[in-house]
């Protein structure tokens, strides 16, 4: 079961690397997988990990990458910000998240008179709501200095070269931003939650749809998070 | 003596090429670590024609020469020898319907074969009887109208995707051949087998245990199993030996792109005449494989006996495509050594090629066994 669910998450993400990166080869010296579309005219391209400096040439279809030199004296702060400002969006987000579900349960608990520990949650409802709010506020607001920090290592670090990955992240940051801003419109609307016992409004029909559309606009930004987490690991560690 | 392609041949050869940058080589090195069957390719293969050529026309298929076949395996296979594998595979079961099978045999099992994307695999191997066939211990008992048949075959190719197989069993003293359609009762298959090489290639065991065949599935008569299990070999060894060829012209190709772009002692690679005549020395090899190879299918395609060249074909492509892979990986130095080059790959690919569809030593007896019967060699 677990080993069907990872092999359908790695055909998802080969498919995904295929429409976006194209043609790819791994690094022979960091092993990060990077795509051939992204070397220049000449053929070169560094890669944004370790600096080789890569010559590219497709024979047969084969992607043979030469490695020419190394850049040793790239741009290396000592204070890498956009690692560091990654990680509270992305620390903060699943607990936002984990707290917009408890909620759902408790209030389709409430609908069908279940106790237990939903029940539990529901009678502190409001509190858990504005949890899960603040969450989402530091989480998608931080995220602006994310992104903006993302750009300036893209900047000088990385000298504005045309990476697939940085091209991914930069678009599903956006994504991430206005699918959580989504997110906190609704919550703050009070079409979600109801103001009187904080729970979801389940009962009109009105009510669902503005929570299903609450729920998934969160689910998808989590998956916008978790692959964007993922991309900036292997823009740290390699493949 | 004629070696220029012909138009149709220069075209056939320039759509596989076209099939292999796109399909085959982009995806060599992802189907290679998961070891999952390539079902995609082969479905893009079977839509562009490039699965069961040899399929006789009144069955659909396109009736192929030998010949038109080996260069297009050894385009396929210069992408990836284990994904071509895949595609080609079916043929080995295939030929001893086309040789042995009767009309409403070859009307059942290989016109829906060029309908719809399908695989079929040769079940002839087993644990104690490899390259020595006539060891075949699986037994096919008669039992009124049909035939019962027990044992284990073993390394069997597209074994898990196959929707029938041709198996050899033994009935009394002799061996015969039989299609058993692989959703009788009775057939187990096994887990894929983790190879050194050629990952793509779907290899597994397939157990039999009191699988009920009809005597309608019988190919050809009591007792003629091993002789249509051996004259298939006749026609696909000359398709091996152009999937070995294709594997010298990809370690040539990777080594010269690479040698030409890498410096050392302020030179390019090439520059160095230690390297440069190992590209020379491949180059001729897979010349003369190539000529080994289009002389067996072009006899074969003429109808003449060709066991002592296709042997000759199959083993000296195999052990061309062994050297030029251990070459190509010496010329990129250590990447050669590494996963994130396709040199390493190009190695654990071509050993295989010495060892299936009968080892070097057997091609050497067969070769050995025709000159026997030679007064002088001309």
């Known amino acids: 079961m677990f080993e069907d669910l990872r092999r359908l998450v790695g055909r998802i993400a080969d498919a995904f690397k295929r429409r976006f990166y194209g043609p790819t080869f791994r690094c022979p010296v960091c092993h990060l997988v990077l795509a051939a579309i992204d070397a220049d005219g000449n053929g070169l391209l560094v890669c944004p990990v370790c600096g080789a400096v890569l010559e590219i040439e497709s024979v047969y279809g084969h992607v043979v990458p030469v490695v020419l030199d190394m850049e040793i004296h790239r741009p290396q702060p000592k204070l890498r910000l956009h690692p560091l400002a990654t990680h509270l969006p992305i620390g903060l987000f699943p607990f936002a998240v984990l707290g917009a579900l408890l909620l759902a349960g408790a209030s389709l608990a409430r609908q069908l008179g279940l106790g237990g520990i939903l029940g539990a949650v529901s009678r502190r409802a409001p509190l858990v709501a504005d949890a899960t709010l603040v969450l989402l506020v530091v989480a998608v607001g931080f995220s602006l200095a994310t992104l903006a920090s993302g750009l300036w290592d893209w900047n000088f670090r990385y000298r504005r070269r045309s990476y697939r990955q940085i091209r991914v992240k930069i678009a599903f940051a956006i994504g991430f931003l206005v699918l959580g801003a989504a997110a906190i419109a609704l919550h703050l609307s009070g079409a979600v939650f109801s103001s009187a016992d904080g729970l979801m409004r389940l009962g009109s029909p009105g009510g669902v749809a503005a929570a299903f559309t609450y729920l998934g606009a969160l689910l998808a930004d989590m998956v916008v998070v978790a692959t964007l987490g993922h991309i900036g690991g292997t823009l740290v560690f390699g493949g | ?378």
């Not at chain 2, 187990?188 to 190879?195: A, D, H, M, S």
């Not at chain 2, 030996?241 to 302020?266: C, E, P, Q, V």
């Not at chain 2, 042997?311 to 050669?336: H, N, R, T």
């Open chain 2, 1 to 378: 003596m004629d070696f220029t392609p012909t138009p149709r041949q220069q075209e056939l050869v320039e759509r596989a090429r076209e099939f292999t940058r796109e399909w085959i080589s982009p995806n060599a090195a992802r189907y290679d670590r998961s070891g999952e069957f390539p079902r995609d390719i082969c479905r893009e293969a079977f839509k562009r024609g490039f699965m069961n050529p040899h399929v006789p026309k009144e069955y659909g298929g396109a009736a192929e020469a030998v010949v038109d076949h080996c260069m297009v395996m050894e385009e396929l296979a210069t992408g990836c020898s284990g994904i071509a594998t895949a595609i080609d595979g079916n043929g080995l079961s295939q030929y001893p319907v086309i040789l042995a099978g009767t009309d409403a045999q070859k009307r059942r099992f290989l016109a829906p074969m060029t309908e719809e994307l399908a695989f079929s695999a040769y079940a002839v191997t087993e644990p104690e009887a490899g390259s020595d066939v006539s060891r075949v211990r699986t037994t096919a008992a008669k039992v009124g109208s049909d035939y019962i048949l027990n044992g284990v075959k073993w390394w069997i190719t597209n074994g898990s995707v196959a929707s029938w197989y041709f198996v050899l069993a033994r009935t009394g003293e002799t061996l015969t051949g039989f299609i058993v359609p692989a959703d009788s009762p009775g057939i187990v298959r096994g887990p894929k087998e983790v190879n050194l090489g050629q990952h793509a290639s779907n290899t597994v065991r397939v157990t039999l245990e009191d699988v009920k065949v009809p005597e309608a599935f019988r190919l050809g008569d009591e007792g003629k199993g091993f002789d249509i299990a051996m004259a298939t070999f006749n026609h696909t060894r000359p398709g091996v030996a152009a999937g070995a060829n294709g594997i010298t012209k990809a370690a040539l190709n990777i080594a010269l792109s690479y040698a030409k772009r890498r410096r050392t002692f302020d030179k390019k690679l090439i520059s160095n005449q230690g390297i440069s005549f190992k590209l020379a020395e491949m180059m001729t090899r897979l010349d003369a494989a190539r000529f080994l190879t289009y002389k067996a299918a072009w006899l074969f395609d003429q109808g003449i006996d060709n066991a002592r060249e296709a042997a000759q074909a199959k083993w000296f492509a195999a052990d061309v495509a062994m050297s030029a892979a251990v070459e190509c990986a010496q010329v990129l130095g250590g990447y050669g050594y590494t996963q994130e080059m396709p040199a390493e790959k190009l190695i654990r690919d071509a050993k295989i090629y010495q060892i299936y569809e009968g080892a070097t030593e057997i091609q050497k007896m067969i070769i050995v066994s025709k000159l026997l019967r030679m007064k002088e060699v001309h």
